[in-house]
């Protein structure tokens, strides 16, 4: 069962002592938990874990320059955690866009999760916690109308890049099966979206003309930046074992959000899009493979409900007003506010 709430003086007391990992502090969502551990007084030892430094100086974090794809990189780990009595590790070390290099991409995810996890295993970490997506579930006609966190995750199907990140969620979900002592947490996120996000979503948005299967609407769900750190922020001063789709409420059709982006929809037939995006992918202009054409076609909406009765989080923006925010149209400051204090008052 669940931990009751920790007070913000017994979550300083908790990491005084001992260090709270992150792995991906270089991408966009590591960093940006990492800055946000850095201005919190409760947290005093931040280990930043990636073969890059973050894009800002540090005040008391310290970088640890490791490369996952090293082939002893967990013995690394292990002395590490070890060292700085670790008994937090956050893993966002995941990729934001699927590459080129199918085998490099592997090894990162899906080997390098398997080293950090050997790694923490041995040394004893209590929480572990995913940052994943809800893509994993995949999108496909007989898709229901909102997945839940018991529905197969068969976005591996599709791609090798979701292949991977279902590869890694599996490694995890053993981990807590192999570790029942241990409090192990994976985040299904929406597609993210705010004022500073940057993934191969956002650059779809941002095109001034947006490619569309001719004949097909689907609806997208979004969940803003700064709801995804607060969910993150929650699952560390608080125990919540399982899966938890994190996402905004509402969803809109991807007409509409094309429309609130200013952007151009261009439908093409199915039979000529797919072999357009594996072209432009061959040829290094493409985003992304023609494989995942499906996500502009089918329905890959996660359901939340156990997100507000399990893990008791709502989030502040939905995901009209997480557009929103990534278009330069975010809630002001008074306002945003105003609604954290009622939702933080019902949580």
Same mark, same amino acid.
């Given at each position: 069962?669940?931990?009751?709430?920790?007070?913000?003086?017994?979550?300083?007391?908790?990491?005084?002592?001992?260090?709270?990992?992150?792995?991906?502090?270089?991408?966009?969502?590591?960093?940006?938990?990492?800055?946000?551990?850095?201005?919190?007084?409760?947290?005093?030892?931040?280990? &930043?874990?990636?073969?890059?430094?973050? !894009? /800002?100086?540090?005040? %008391?974090?310290?970088?640890?320059?490791?490369? *996952? $794809? =090293?082939?002893?990189?967990?013995?690394?780990?292990?002395?590490?955690?070890?060292?700085?009595?670790?008994?937090?590790?956050?893993?966002?070390?995941?990729?934001?866009?699927?590459?080129?290099?199918?085998?490099?991409?592997?090894?990162?995810?899906?080997?390098?999760?398997?080293?950090?996890?050997?790694?923490?295993?041995?040394?004893?970490?209590?929480?572990?916690?995913?940052?994943?997506?809800?893509?994993?579930?995949?999108?496909?006609?007989?898709?229901?109308?909102?997945?839940?966190?018991?529905?197969? &995750?068969?976005?591996?199907?599709?791609? !090798? /890049?979701?292949?991977? %990140?279902?590869?890694?969620?599996?490694?995890? *979900? $053993? =981990?807590?099966?192999?570790?029942?002592?241990?409090?192990?947490?994976?985040?299904?996120?929406?597609?993210?979206?705010?004022?500073?996000?940057?993934?191969?979503?956002?650059?779809?948005?941002?095109?001034?003309?947006?490619?569309?299967?001719?004949?097909?609407?689907?609806?997208?769900?979004?969940?803003?930046?700064?709801?995804?750190?607060?969910?993150?922020?929650?699952?560390?001063?608080?125990?919540?074992?399982?899966?938890?789709?994190?996402?905004?409420?509402?969803?809109?059709?991807?007409?509409?959000?094309?429309?609130?982006?200013?952007?151009? !929809?261009?439908?093409?037939?199915?039979?000529?899009?797919?072999?357009?995006?594996? $072209?432009?992918?061959?040829?290094?202009?493409?985003?992304?493979?023609?494989?995942?054409?499906?996500?502009?076609?089918?329905?890959?909406?996660?359901?939340?409900?156990?997100?507000?009765?399990?893990?008791?989080?709502?989030?502040?923006?939905?995901?009209?007003?997480?557009?929103?925010?990534?278009?330069?149209?975010?809630?002001?400051?008074?306002?945003?506010?105003?609604?954290?204090?009622?939702?933080?008052?019902?949580?």
């Amino acid at each position: 069962m669940p931990m009751p709430k920790l007070s913000k003086a017994e979550v300083t007391r908790v990491y005084s002592s001992h260090a709270i990992a992150i792995t991906g502090t270089a991408g966009f969502l590591g960093s940006t938990l990492l800055k946000a551990l850095e201005n919190d007084k409760r947290f005093k030892h931040i280990i &930043a874990i990636d073969k890059k430094p973050p !894009p /800002f100086k540090l005040k %008391k974090a310290k970088w640890v320059c490791l490369d *996952l $794809t =090293f082939g002893a990189c967990d013995e690394k780990l292990v002395k590490l955690f070890r060292k700085k009595r670790c008994t937090t590790l956050v893993h966002t070390a995941l990729l934001t866009k699927p590459v080129r290099n199918i085998e490099e991409a592997h090894e990162l995810e899906s080997v390098g999760t398997m080293r950090l996890l050997t790694a923490a295993a041995d040394a004893k970490i209590y929480k572990l916690i995913l940052s994943s997506t809800t893509d994993v579930y995949g999108a496909f006609p007989d898709n229901p109308n909102f997945l839940t966190e018991h529905h197969p &995750a068969r976005g591996g199907m599709l791609s !090798p /890049f979701l292949k991977d %990140k279902v590869e890694v969620e599996n490694q995890f *979900l $053993t =981990f807590a099966e192999k570790h029942p002592e241990k409090m192990v947490t994976l985040l299904r996120q929406a597609t993210i979206l705010g004022p500073t996000v940057n993934n191969f979503k956002t650059h779809f948005l941002q095109n001034p003309l947006v490619p569309t299967v001719m004949g097909f609407d689907p609806l997208f769900q979004f969940v803003h930046e700064a709801d995804v750190l607060r969910a993150l922020l929650k699952t560390i001063t608080e125990d919540h074992p399982g899966i938890f789709n994190i996402v905004g409420k509402g969803v809109l059709p991807l007409s509409r959000a094309i429309q609130i982006t200013g952007k151009i !929809p261009v439908p093409i037939p199915t039979f000529l899009l797919y072999p357009l995006a594996e $072209t432009l992918w061959y040829l290094n202009i493409g985003s992304v493979p023609g494989t995942h054409i499906n996500f502009l076609k089918y329905l890959c909406i996660a359901d939340g409900t156990k997100m507000w009765s399990r893990l008791r989080f709502q989030p502040v923006y939905t995901s009209q007003e997480a557009l929103l925010g990534f278009v330069g149209r975010e809630l002001n400051k008074e306002e945003f506010s105003k609604r954290l204090e009622e939702i933080e008052e019902t949580n």
